[in-house]
């Protein structure tokens, strides 16, 4: 049984993320605290009891491809139109599409409530407000008048086609074609693979954006463009016309997220599928970056549902499960298995790293959003750069902390958690492909230290160190003995990515590129997890107004994480700084010959 955790999710978004900051602006001036709690309980009432029932059935049932068609586990139609009718689908769109406009923090918070109730079910939604945001940057006018106002309500539901099956992460190679047409239309060519709610029966038409190359084009990702191919064609008055020449040709089976229907998909199999541009040609790279920068946090936000989810999971399972004696414990029979030291030591760090997940994300949110209402090109170009420099690790820290999470949950149930029935394995088994999908962990962390750090010339992450020790030394200038070590912890931690953060920095500026990319992977560990260790330190300096479990609760998983996880970062530095001629040195393809 899954319980949205709505009380957290308000504090770490007003307390800890920085909520009252959009709350004062104008745009914002009608969003007070009590739509925003009425907002999060509606949206955590709606994960609880309309999707988080659905999420074994769709588990156990998959999404069957017949006839040409793919349909959805029972139940998961009448929770989807349940969901549009809602509103839930334009919750941050343009008023005058249809949508609400409110905050990406509203949305990354809502999107967490339902990924735990099924991240099967809310990665289908979360691509299409994906085809809804590059469409309000990049889409023609006639365009958006067609399509836009669909997508906005749900009505009609988007994907992102990217994959081939030569062209994975380096869409260098990628091949599908586009013929330009006398009428201003396209013919679209070509196989995708991989393609997240490709086909399905939860709406009447399937809006796909897809990357294909021009007759013409430059090689490379200079030549993609980014084009607007219907399942079915729609005619001048908005009604349904025929089909277009698009379909599936299969549904993959797939470790984890079962009701999500992964499909390959075939355009122009007779003479060409039917599409629009959108953006300009050879440009469709930036087009679809709108999508997946914001898509890459949402996959961050997968892995933070899932590790609520496990966590409640674990919890419920700890409390009831007897096995033992556990020390102190003077009554008759066994103990209650949540009583063991061992078992408390995982419990404490599922829900840590949970909430540093939470926090991260909705910083990142946060980041998105300041930018998004920056009045002047100082504060937008310092926005802007937060929001990149957080992207990557809020996908990589969160959804690697998704499968950690889950991961011990499976182990606190010991035998039962390697038996299906149990619903633990479920969660691992979803969680596992977030750090995959939307840009490898690996990718995000090349992207972080070669393309993020030297933002402002490499001033930007300094500043944001900076801010990080700020918190240490708040925690440290509070003199309360129940943080323990954790400023010290705190500090250090915060030294180690001083030092590592030095030496990409000057890795890059000496030309030494293997070098940097060797300590990639580490090195976004290192910024998340003292970025974590922060954020939570922070939540327990803000919850001196709150009633005193509340306060105790959040010092003492502030106080856990330093303690221990924090501990990583010195051995996290070691590998940056020593292991990049040993793993330049090491030859696979020498071994597998």
């Known amino acids: 049984m899954y319980r949205a955790p709505v009380d957290e999710i308000a504090f770490t978004l007003k307390h800890v993320c920085g909520l009252g900051d959009l709350q004062q602006n104008a745009r914002f001036?009608?969003?007070?605290?009590?739509?925003?709690?009425?907002?999060?309980?509606?949206?955590?009432?709606?994960?609880?009891?309309?999707?988080?029932?659905?999420?074994?059935?769709?588990?156990?049932?998959?999404?069957?491809?017949?006839?040409?068609?793919?349909s959805t586990p029972p139940g998961w139609r009448?929770?989807?139109?349940?969901?549009?009718?809602?509103?839930?689908?334009?919750?941050?769109?343009?008023?005058?599409a249809g949508g609400q406009g409110l905050p990406q923090m509203l949305s990354a918070a809502a999107l967490e409530m339902w990924n735990s109730g099924s991240m099967a079910f809310a990665i289908g939604p979360t691509l299409t407000i994906g085809a809804v945001e590059a469409m309000e940057k990049?889409?023609?006018?006639?365009?958006?008048?067609?399509?836009?106002?669909?997508?906005?309500?749900?009505?009609?539901?988007?994907?992102?086609?990217?994959?081939?099956?030569?062209?994975?992460?380096?869409?260098?190679?990628?091949?599908?074609?586009?013929?330009?047409?006398?009428?201003?239309?396209?013919?679209?060519?070509?196989?995708?693979?991989?393609?997240?709610?490709?086909?399905?029966?939860?709406?009447?038409?399937?809006?796909?954006?897809?990357?294909?190359?021009?007759?013409?084009?430059?090689?490379?990702?200079?030549g993609i463009s980014?084009?607007?191919?219907p399942k079915f064609l729609v005619n001048d008055d908005g009604s349904l016309g025929e089909r277009n020449d698009v379909k599936v040709a299969g549904v993959e089976h797939k470790m984890g997220i079962h009701g999500s229907p992964t499909c390959t998909m075939v355009y122009g199999d007779e003479d060409g599928a039917i599409g629009w541009l959108v953006g300009e040609e050879n440009r469709g790279l930036a087009c679809m970056f709108t999508m997946m920068n914001n898509a890459r946090l949402a996959v961050g936000i997968q892995g933070l549902g899932v590790a609520e989810r496990a966590y409640q999971h674990a919890l419920a399972y700890a409390v009831e499960r007897k096995q033992g004696r556990a020390p102190?414990?003077?009554?008759?029979?066994?103990?209650?298995i949540a009583r063991h030291p061992d078992i408390k030591r995982m419990l404490l760090g599922m829900k840590s790293r949970t909430q540093v997940a939470r926090a991260i994300c909705y910083a990142c949110a946060h980041a998105i959003d300041m930018a998004n209402v920056a009045e002047d090109a100082e504060s937008r170009t310092f926005w802007s750069e937060r929001a990149s420099l957080l992207?990557?690790?809020?996908?990589?820290?969160?959804t690697d902390f998704g499968v950690e999470v889950a991961s011990?949950?499976?182990?606190?149930?010991?035998?039962?958690?390697?038996?299906?029935?149990?619903?633990?394995?479920?969660?691992?088994?979803?969680?596992?492909?977030?750090?995959?999908y939307e840009g490898t962990n690996g990718i995000q962390s090349i992207d972080l230290v070669m393309r993020k750090l030297p933002l402002s010339g490499g001033e930007h992450i300094k500043g944001f160190i900076q801010e990080l020790k700020e918190i240490a030394d708040e925690v440290s200038a509070s003199n309360r003995p129940e943080f323990g070590a954790t400023a010290e912890r705190l500090a250090a931690s915060i030294q180690d990515l001083t030092e590592a953060t030095d030496y990409m920095l000057s890795a890059q500026a000496d030309g030494r590129v293997a070098d940097a990319l060797s300590g990639a992977t580490p090195y976004l560990r290192v910024a998340g997890l003292a970025l974590g260790g922060a954020l939570l330190a922070r939540g327990a300096l803000r919850s001196s107004e709150e009633p005193a479990v509340r306060l105790s609760e959040r010092t003492l998983l502030a106080r856990s994480f330093c303690e221990t996880t924090l501990g990583e970062t010195s051995g996290l530095k070691s590998d940056i700084l020593l292991s990049a001629a040993a793993i330049q040195d090491f030859d696979p393809e020498a071994l597998a010959s």
């Open 328 to 336: 102190g414990d003077t009554g008759e029979g066994m103990s209650p």
């Open 226 to 229: 980014l084009f607007l191919v």
């Open 391 to 398: 992207t990557p690790i809020a996908k990589a820290l969160s």
């Open 408 to 436: 011990l949950g499976v182990q606190i149930h010991g035998g039962m958690g390697f038996i299906e029935e149990t619903g633990a394995a479920q969660h691992l088994r979803d969680a596992r492909i977030a750090p995959i």
């Open 78 to 96: 009448d929770a989807y139109h349940a969901w549009i009718e809602g509103g839930w689908n334009g919750l941050t769109a343009d008023p005058e």
């Open 138 to 222: 990049h889409a023609s006018e006639e365009l958006k008048a067609k399509y836009l106002e669909k997508l906005v309500t749900g009505e009609w539901m988007g994907t992102m086609n990217l994959t081939e099956p030569q062209a994975g992460s380096d869409l260098n190679a990628l091949k599908a074609k586009a013929e330009r047409r006398d009428d201003g239309t396209y013919r679209i060519f070509g196989q995708k693979i991989f393609i997240t709610y490709g086909d399905h029966d939860l709406t009447d038409n399937i809006i796909h954006m897809v990357l294909a190359r021009l007759p013409d084009a430059p090689p490379g990702t200079r």
């Open 29 to 70: 001036a009608d969003l007070g605290d009590d739509l925003v709690d009425a907002i999060l309980t509606e949206a955590g009432r709606f994960a609880a009891e309309e999707i988080a029932p659905l999420n074994k059935v769709a588990d156990t049932h998959g999404t069957p491809l017949e006839n040409g068609e793919v």
